[in-house]
Nanobody, 118 residues
Framework: QVQLVESGGGLVQAGGSLRLSCTTSGRTFRSATMGWFRQTPGKEREVVAWITRSDGSTYYADSVKGRFTISRDNAKNTVSLQMTSLLPEDTAVYYC???????????WGQGTQVTVSS
């Protein structure tokens, strides 16, 4: 059974930092692109960042550029998201994801809550 498990969420004041981690099991994601999405109530899930396996290319949503950094450890099949200068609008449930054979984000974690207080 494929599992992606997020950790590191919590409550932080605006301007603070958090580091999210995602561990995987049940399947290796050697060639997968891995990433993070987030979702708030009543809104669609939106991409935050992703990172490829092949050359480590990254993508960031405009709203997080310069504040968030995505990284991965291919040996451990983990992906992390370092979040700094957090804003109240970063409050959301953050989901770890990985692509499947089709190239779509087919695998998802259960999510971890990040709450930024003003």
């Amino acid at each position: 059974q494929v599992q992606l498990v997020e950790s590191g969420g919590g409550l932080v004041q605006a301007g603070g930092s958090l580091r999210l981690s995602c561990t995987t099991s049940g399947r290796t994601f050697r060639s997968a692109t891995m990433g993070w999405f987030r979702q708030t109530p009543g809104k669609e899930r939106e991409v935050v960042a992703w990172i490829t396996r092949s050359d480590g290319s990254t993508y960031y949503a405009d709203s997080v550029k310069g504040r968030f950094t995505i990284s991965r450890d291919n040996a451990k099949n983990t992906v992390s998201l370092q979040m700094t200068s957090l804003l109240p609008e970063d409050t959301a449930v953050y989901y770890c994801t990985a692509t499947g054979g089709s190239g779509a984000f087919d695998y998802w974690g259960q999510g971890t809550q990040v709450t930024v207080s003003s």
